[in-house]
């Protein structure tokens, strides 16, 4: 049995957890069993706003999975450097036992000054590819990397992962107007980027001309298209747009997959 094979294991675990999270989130967000609802007001001015009346809600149990998800991937990297360590073949203390770890660290010197504490008597080879997954890195694995120790921090020390439904800045909401005219140019969407939708929110607004002599209604076709994203804080990314939970999770697996296949061929 390769001496990876637990890693491989917590890797399976996680992507089994995030298969039931995809399912839950799917079945709890679904257009057409729950939809996001839009209610429209006409003032005096003729002006119409349109805001969000309902969001479909996000299950508490997905906050859980999402954190068994995390604990899975970290683990996954943790079993690769015990593994490691142990063909190494070091005598160690059990104080020296419990600090290995997959180091995660912010700066080079940082990473460094942790080998012999976090990753004893492994060789060069392996210790610099466990350098290039590292947070310090300014590249795609770099990155991914920050997002797995700060969601890994939060969930286990702070507080539960929690998705929000976030809404794309796109025009698949328009207003059906009979006894009025609609200038397009008056018609207004409320917001350019992805934001968090809330009940109340103003999505959209238009100035309305009424025709005269004939009964006047007004309807909104079409709706707002959104999607399950981990809230900014969460991740502490501050550009726009906020990551989708599926993007999030799905390219850490990506990643950690791709560190252990490069693991595996130097061992």
């Known amino acids: 049995m390769s001496i990876l094979a637990s890693s491989w294991q917590k890797l399976t675990w996680g992507n089994q957890h995030f298969e039931r999270l995809e399912k839950a989130l799917r079945e709890a967000l679904d257009p057409k069993a729950h939809p996001v609802t839009v209610e429209s007001h006409i003032d005096a001015a003729q002006k119409l706003s349109v805001r969000v009346a309902s969001v479909p809600t996000i299950p508490r149990d997905c906050s859980l999975i999402v ?40 700066t080079r010197a940082a990473f460094d000054n ?11 080879e392996e210790f610099a590819l466990i350098s290039r997954y590292q947070p310090y890195r300014r ?23 929690v998705a929000v439904m976030q809404a794309w800045p796109d025009s698949r909401l328009r207003v059906r107007a009979v006894g009025y005219s609609v200038p397009i140019s008056s018609v207004r969407y409320m917001y350019s980027r992805p934001v968090q939708l809330r009940v109340g929110m ?11 002599g004939v009964q006047r209604e007004v309807h909104m076709e079409g709706h707002i298209s959104a999607y399950p994203a981990l809230r900014q804080r969460d ?33």
């Open 114 to 124: 942790k080998r012999a504490q976090r990753l004893p008597g492994i060789t060069d």
């Open 139 to 161: 590249t795609k694995e770099g990155a991914r990397m920050r997002l797995l120790q700060r969601l890994s921090n939060t969930d286990k020390h702070r507080e539960l992962i």
């Open 202 to 212: 103003l999505v959209l607004e238009a100035q309305l001309r009424p025709l005269l």
């Open 235 to 267: 991740t502490h990314l501050t550009g726009p747009p906020p990551l989708s939970v599926y993007d999030a999770l799905g390219s850490i697996s990506e990643t950690i997959n791709a560190f252990l296949t490069q693991l595996v061929r130097i061992l």
């Open 67 to 106: 954190g068994d998800v995390i604990h899975s991937y970290r683990a996954s990297l943790d079993h690769a450097a015990w593994a490691l360590v142990r063909k190494a073949r070091q005598r160690l203390s059990a104080r020296q036992e419990a600090d290995v770890a997959f180091s995660m660290s912010w």
